[in-house]
Structure formats: C-alpha cells, structure tokens
C-alpha cells in the first residue's frame, strides 16, 4: 500500500537554528514529490516539486532533497516567519492524484 | 501565475440547507480539479477528482448526492454541500492542475463552512 509518513509531527526551533523535516514514502512508482506550506486558516501554498533521486532546489531558506525513499526540507537559520505546517505529498505513476503526510508543525521562536 | 481562488471565504447555514462553494483557476486552464476536506490539525482529506466535461470520481466513503461537483469549464469547479448537517462543518479546499503534463496542484485558500 502506498503510504507517506512524515517527521517529526511538531518542531520547536529557535530563530536561526537550522533543522531539517523529513518525508518517508513507500510507492510502486514515484511520479513526483510535493512540499507546501500551510498557513493556520489558509489553502497550502506551492514550495517545490522534485522528481527523481538527487535532485535538490532551493528557494530562500529553504533546500528540498529526494532519495529513493525519502525526502528532506533544510530549513537554514529560520526566522519566526517560517513558523508553519510544511506537507508533503507523493504523486504515483498514472494519476495527478495526491498522498499526503500528516504535515510537521513548525514553530520558530525569536 | 498559477492562482486559484475560492467563494466564499467562509459560511454559516442552518441544517437542511444546501451550501455551494466554487472554485476557480484565474490565470490557467485547469484540466482537472480536486476537492478536499482538513479538519483541525489534520492533513488534507481528498474528496473527489473532477475533470472538466465529465462526472466527478469520489474517494471511498464519500457520499456523492450528498456532495455534488460539477465541473462546467476549464477554469470553474463547484462543490454543493446538499442539505447540510453539522458534521459537515469543516474547512473546504479545492486545487487545480494545468495542462497534460503538469503535475503541480495549485490550492485555493479555502472556505470555512460552519452549519448550525
């Protein structure tokens, strides 16, 4: 059964420690990975879309890397602003459909 | 690019009425559209899948006269919520994905449905 697992569910970080979140998946053909940002109250909202094992992108404070079973959101030297839910989602081969994680709830403190 | 809009923001029905929530793809043709459903804390819960010209395909579990779609052009989707209860109180997101190819959903920004 195809299935993501993301972690940790909750993370506590103070305004420029860096840490990274992680997206497990198991799937019997990766079309493509997903990582949003979800606000409280509000639609998620685009970050990355990785492909194939290696890749990596960056945008701002934020690295996502993919291996063939998971995948990591590097955030570097947060500042409160990036407090957020960061989902991940698993596209499979012959569907647009997604297979969400359960999300990490990101806090950085100032 | 790639903005998706909903209408409303938030609702408040009395039970037994039925509620209609659209949504929108602004700056692209969106061949297929996805309807969901978070409660508090929790991930997204997909609802159904519509393509645009033909029925929409709900997930198990999903009652499909009790949550109609209707897909009505390349850039407008609409989730009726019939004869609402409060159980069906919840935050409704729907997103939307462009051309063949294009595998990104882009999201709304939600509609709070509360129903008294």
């Known amino acids: 059964e195809d299935q993501v697992t993301q972690s940790p569910e909750a993370l506590r970080l103070q305004e420029g420690e860096s840490s990274s979140l992680n997206c497990s998946y198991t799937?019997?053909?990766?079309?493509?990975l997903f990582w949003y940002r979800q606000d409280p109250g509000k639609g998620p909202e685009f970050l990355f879309t990785?492909?194939?094992a290696g890749e990596e992108k960056e945008k701002e404070r934020l690295k996502a890397t993919l291996t063939k079973k998971e995948s990591f959101l590097h955030i570097t030297a947060p500042k409160p602003e990036d407090s957020a839910t960061y989902l991940c989602?698993?596209?499979?081969?012959?569907?647009?459909?997604?297979?969400f994680g359960t999300g990490t709830r990101l806090k950085v403190l100032a | 690019g790639a903005v998706v809009s909903q209408h409303p923001s938030r609702v408040i029905c009395k039970s037994g009425t039925s509620v209609k929530i659209e949504c929108r793809s602004l700056?692209?043709?969106?061949?297929?559209m996805f309807w969901y459903r978070q409660f508090p804390k929790k991930s997204l819960m997909l609802m159904a899948t519509?393509?645009?010209?033909?029925?929409?395909?709900?997930e198990q579990g999903v009652e499909k006269d009790k949550f109609l779609i209707n897909h009505a052009s390349l850039t407008l989707s609409t989730l009726t919520v019939t004869s609402a209860h409060p159980e069906d109180s919840s935050f409704y997101i729907c997103?939307?994905?462009?051309?063949?190819?294009?595998?990104?959903?882009?999201f709304g920004p939600g509609t709070r449905l509360l129903v008294l």
């Open positions: 997103s939307a994905v462009g051309r063949e190819g294009q595998e990104t959903q882009y």
């Open positions: 799937v019997s053909g990766l079309r493509g």
């Open positions: 990785l492909y194939s």
């Open positions: 989602a698993v596209q499979t081969s012959g569907t647009y459909k997604y297979i």
């Open positions: 700056d692209f043709q969106a061949t297929t």
């Open positions: 519509s393509n645009e010209g033909s029925k929409a395909t709900y």
